[in-house]
């Protein structure tokens, strides 16, 4: 038998039609659903006289747009408290389950889905979100939608799909200390650029990828569309089975060991061939953070900004001259020492509970410099307990941080978490777009251990700098 | 969506590459629950200034802007987030057709769905294309779907690539949930057949 990829499994179980010289009618195992990209597919889908065809495959909850200060409900916004309410409506009338307001398993999307073992090996998944490439890390096929394509999977659980072409990231050595899975995909999209991936899903190999826990491979599965890819994807192993067992929506019993055969079926064989090929040795890697108005702008920590002089594409000397303008940044400038007026550790990235275990381990016994307002938002309300079961939050209070309540936040500013016009904010986000956290707002991305030590410093620092006890 | 086959018009260059969504539609107008009035939100934090007054010097709120439905954009355009909003925007504004070297693969995805058509040409033609609207500004171009083609002024074509169905559902305005609708027994099939996990691939 030819030797076939974990994606080729995926895929081909999944096609239902395929016509010539058309795309592959998909099948859709589950379709997550936010408040944001929603109403017009729902709105369109009524106007058509159309039901949910499969409620029972289809999730909702409210993230985006959700005050993450306790005293921001009910919500003043008429907009946001109107994306509530119609979210809320549809999902009744279509019978659609919702993690609502006070729903105890309410999230971020992509921090929900694996937490509440929606996400499962060997699925498609999709969302009307670009993210949705994070429930990768579990071997499932899963990538962020439109709107019209949201509509299209609710009438019809299907989707009008080309197959995408392969690309094999290879992962060899071990991180050093300090350096996190977050470092790691900045370092790879640094390297092939944010269009590198483009038409392309990416699937991650290696020991490097195998030593890593499920909330890592979610943290490089998530930023993979940061590259241009279509998704990510980790093949499943024990660390995938053992983080599944037992969690709310994960197969129990004689349906556990059917689904577990199967899933054990899944991995890439040796030998499959992939239509490109990247490789990194993670050993040789560093702490990262980006400089510039996309999340491939990035260096190690210690390093100093390139010159747009000696760069000779065009286009990329254009965009690194306006990003630095932006960012009012200079040529050949270090980061290190740069101040720093808002920490934020949160987002479908850095969100989960290993996450704040990190930033606590750095902040524990410390306090945050006064310069710096320090946001430590959880990926959801699970997380948001398993935090302060631990402990985590009075750490960060002690420290001077602010414990706040789960949503997206800071990662795009629209609950009205927001940086001002010119602020510079380290952030363990996803993108660092102009006006991504605010208008005007200037973004380093970065890992919740450099969040934490640069809060800290109230300048950009590296957490090596700092003795840490594990965590 | 209406079909389109052939268009001649006026085109605005914005020469930056890498436009994300994030500019295309800022985050803040993403809470809007209808499609209505999204042209006000295209470009907003790079057409208006803190006042809301609009900046004389950004393309689309120059003369030539107006009545203009061709897109000239830099490398790698719509990258970012998969927001529909980006889309609305544009063909509210009055765009059909963008034309970059590429484009991300959510953002070409949406165009398609709402009849923006997202045109490919090499860096050579690319640069042509700046150097043509820098020395008449007014210039017009002309597509034409069935042949593939972008017609320059002085009658010099260019192909673009179009995959067989994206162009079908142009020139026929198919709508893609029609397709899907249209397909409902073998998906209802499909789904009998995989429920007991009998579907061998
Ligand atoms: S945390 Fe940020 S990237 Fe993730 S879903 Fe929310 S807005 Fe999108």
């Known amino acids: 038998m030819t030797p076939r990829t974990l994606f080729d499994r995926i895929w081909s179980r999944h096609v239902v039609v395929q016509e010539p010289q058309s795309p592959a009618v998909l099948y859709v195992d589950l379709h997550l659903v936010h408040e944001v990209t929603s109403p017009q597919a729902f709105q369109d889908l009524c106007a058509r006289g159309l039901k949910v065809r499969r ?22 916004d008429a907009q946001a408290a109107e994306q509530v309410r119609q979210i809320e409506t549809n999902c009744r009338a279509c019978g659609v389950q919702l993690f609502g307001l006070d729903d105890p398993r309410r999230g971020i999307v992509h921090v929900i889905g ?4 929606l996400t499962q090996p060997g699925m498609t998944i999709v969302c009307g979100d670009s993210h949705t490439a994070t429930h990768g890390a579990f071997g499932a096929l899963a990538f962020g939608v439109g709107t019209s394509q949201v509509e299209h999977v609710l009438a019809t659980q299907c989707l009008l799909q080309y197959k995408p072409k392969t690309m094999q990231v290879r992962v060899d050595g071990t991180l050093p200390r300090g350096v996190t899975a977050k470092d790691l995909v900045l370092a790879l999209i ?18 490097a990828i195998r030593a890593l826990s499920m909330e890592a491979r979610l943290t490089i599965c998530n930023m993979t569309i940061e590259a241009g890819a279509r998704a990510g994807m980790i093949a499943p192993d024990d ?27 899944l991995p890439t064989d040796d030998g499959a061939t992939f239509d490109e090929t990247v490789s990194l040795d993670a050993s040789a890697l560093e702490p990262m953070i980006t400089f510039g108005t996309n999340p491939g702008m990035g260096m190690p920590i210690a390093g100093r900004i390139p010159d747009p002089a000696t760069i000779s594409d065009a286009s990329q000397k254009h965009a690194l001259t ?21 920490a934020f550790i949160g987002s479908c990235t850095n969100g989960r509970l290993s996450d704040l275990r990190a930033a606590a381990a750095v902040l524990k016994s410390r306090h945050v410099s006064p310069r710096t307002r320090v946001l430590v938002v959880p990926g959801s309300q699970q997380v948001k307990r398993q935090a302060e079961q631990e402990g985590l939050h009075e750490i960060f209070r002690a420290a001077g941080a602010e414990w ?54 109230g300048a950009v620092a590296d957490a090596r700098e700092f003795s840490i006890a594990d965590f | 969506m209406n079909p389109l086959k052939t268009l001649t018009a006026r085109v605005v260059a914005l020469p930056n590459e890498n436009v994300d969504t994030d500019q295309i539609t800022p985050a803040r107008f993403l809470k809007v629950t209808d499609k209505a009035g999204m042209d006000n939100y295209l470009f907003a934090d790079w057409r208006y200034d803190a006042a809301g007054n609009a900046r004389p010097d950004f393309v689309l709120n120059q003369p030539r802007a107006q009545g203009a439905q061709i897109l000239l954009a830099g490398d790698n355009f719509g990258c970012g987030s998969s927001r529909e909003h980006a ?33 490919v040409v090499d860096k050579a033609s690319h640069r042509d294309l700046f150097d043509l609207v820098a020395e008449i500004p007014d210039a017009q171009l002309t597509i034409d779907v069935a ?11 260019v192909n673009f690539p179009l995959d067989p169905f994206a162009r079908t559902c142009f020139l026929e305005g198919v709508d893609e949930l029609g397709y899907l609708l249209a397909r409902r027994d073998a998906i209802s099939q499909y789904e009998r057949n995989t429920q007991h996990g009998t579907r061998e691939a």
């Open chain 1, 55 to 76: 409620p029972d495959k289809t999730f909702a909850t409210i993230d985006h747009i959700v005050p993450t200060d306790r005293r921001g409900f009910p919500i003043a």
């Open chain 2, 87 to 119: 889309v609305w925007a544009l063909t509210a504004f009055g765009f059909r057709a963008v034309i970059s070297t590429s484009f991300a693969d959510i953002f070409r995805n949406n165009a398609l769905k709402n009849g923006l058509l997202t045109i």
């Open chain 1, 239 to 265: 660390t995938t089975f053992e983080y599944l067992a037992g969690r709310e929506f994960a197969p129990k019993g004689a349906a556990w060991d059917a689904a577990l055969a199967h899933w054990k079926t």
């Open chain 2, 147 to 157: 042949a593939q083609t972008l017609t320059l002024p002085d009658g010099r074509a």
């Open chain 1, 190 to 207: 640094a390297q092939i650029g944010i269009g590198g991936g483009t038409g392309s899903v990416i699937e991650y190999a290696g020991a």
């Open chain 1, 322 to 342: 306006k990003a630095l303008a932006y960012m009012n940044l200079q040529p050949g400038q270090a980061l290190l020492g740069h101040p720093i007026d808002v």
């Open chain 1, 114 to 117: 694996p937490e509440l073992g």
């Open chain 1, 404 to 457: 706040r309540e789960p949503g997206c936040s800071l990662c795009i500013a629209m609950n009205g978490d927001s940086l001002e016009p010119g602020q510079y904010c380290i952030s363990t986000s996803n993108r660092n777009f102009e006006g991504r956290q605010g208008k005007g707002g200037r973004t380093f991305l970065g890992s919740p251990l450099t969040a934490a030590a640069s809060a800290l410093a």
